[in-house]
């Protein structure tokens, strides 16, 4: 659960990551059904500015004892610095200790890196500063190639709106793809957003914005039980085979098949979440005929099995594998 949410801020933190945190969990909206949540913003030194990284200056309501019961300290972006103050390192170690889950937005993950909170451990974080990180705490699980990586007790993004993605990502775990839905509306993003991360978000699939294909992708989406051939798509396009493959590579970045691939993986996740359906009705509703080819496109997209996609963010308990 997320009852009691608090966000760490050292000196040189950004405002953007530290909005974003805000955002997810600060902001009221048990009028759209988000459960309420404690929220504190703390700080080393209570009541004492800190400076931002453009300029501005914040200043924490809480000490660093407000993270005692929480349930998430989040850590945004800060600047990297050699010494951290050995007091915030201290009360992550002790968050953590006490199973407190810890979510790092951009160059945060520095700080659980240098509290020891990352070794042995799959993270990563802002690309441009991957080296630095992979020369500083060379047993951490640097992956710099995702938005950002879910290792349990541990939530690590990369920068600017990957932080966006990890937060929503940790709404959607702890308290169910509709509240995730609803926070995610509200702050007008996509409420899963496609990226590189394989754990729970599959390939990028551009969205396609072009007139001519619009209507066939609305099509597409409201049909993916059918098969569908290319010759058959062009032709409800009013193109020819070889033209309307190579409008939608263009428009879209990615084959008709591929494309149509990814929709039947993220539909299937929908009916793992919120339906009791059996992997093999599944299969059939989404278009993949069979539990064994759902398995191996869901596996290649997703990064984990039907099976256990579900035990994890099915908003019922399943009656049927």
């Known amino acids: 659960m997320l009852e009691r949410v608090a966000v760490l801020v050292t000196d040189g933190v950004a405002p953007f990551e530290y909005g974003v945190v805000c955002e997810v969990f600060g902001v009221d909206r048990t009028d759209d059904g988000v459960p309420p949540c404690d929220f504190r913003v703390c700080g080393e ?7 931002a990284s453009v300029g501005a200056g914040l200043v924490p309501t809480h000490g660093l004892d407000a993270l005692v019961d929480a349930d998430l300290v989040a850590v945004p972006a800060a600047g990297i610095h050699d010494d951290y103050p ?3 390192l201290d009360a992550l170690r002790a968050a953590a200790g006490r199973g407190a889950t810890l979510l790092s937005l951009c160059t945060g993950a520095f700080l659980l890196g240098a509290a020891g909170l990352l070794d042995g451990r799959r993270c990563t974080t802002h690309w441009r500063h991957a080296e630095v990180f992979a020369a500083r705490f060379p047993t951490a699980l640097l992956d710099p190639d995702v938005l950002f990586v879910d290792d349990g007790g541990v939530v690590t993004s990369a920068g600017t709106a990957a932080g966006i993605d990890a937060s929503l990502h940790l709404v959607r775990r702890e308290l169910g793809a509709q509240v995730a839905t609803a926070v995610a ?3 007008v993003v996509p409420p899963q957003r496609e990226g590189g991360q394989r754990q729970f978000v599959a390939a990028p699939v551009p969205d396609c914005t072009a007139e001519s294909l619009s209507p066939v992708l609305t099509w597409l989406l409201e049909n993916l039980a059918e098969d569908h051939s290319v010759p058959a798509l062009a032709r409800r396009a009013n193109l020819s ?4 493959a190579r409008r939608f590579v263009a428009e879209t ?3 008709p098949q591929r494309w149509i691939a990814t929709q039947r993986v993220l539909h299937a996740r929908r009916l ?3 339906t009791v359906l059996g992997i093999d009705e599944v299969a059939t509703r989404c278009g993949f005929g069979s539990g064994a080819l759902l398995r191996h496109h869901f596996q290649r997209s997703v990064g984990v099995s039907p099976h256990d996609y579900r035990r994890t963010f099915a908003h019922r ?4 594998r």
């Open 45 to 51: 030194r209570p009541g004492v500015p800190l400076t």
């Open 86 to 88: 050995p007091a915030v």
């Open 185 to 187: 509306r509200r702050m």
């Open 241 to 244: 085979a070889r033209t309307f």
């Open 253 to 255: 970045g990615t084959t």
């Open 272 to 274: 793992l979440e919120e």
């Open 317 to 320: 308990v399943p009656v049927h």
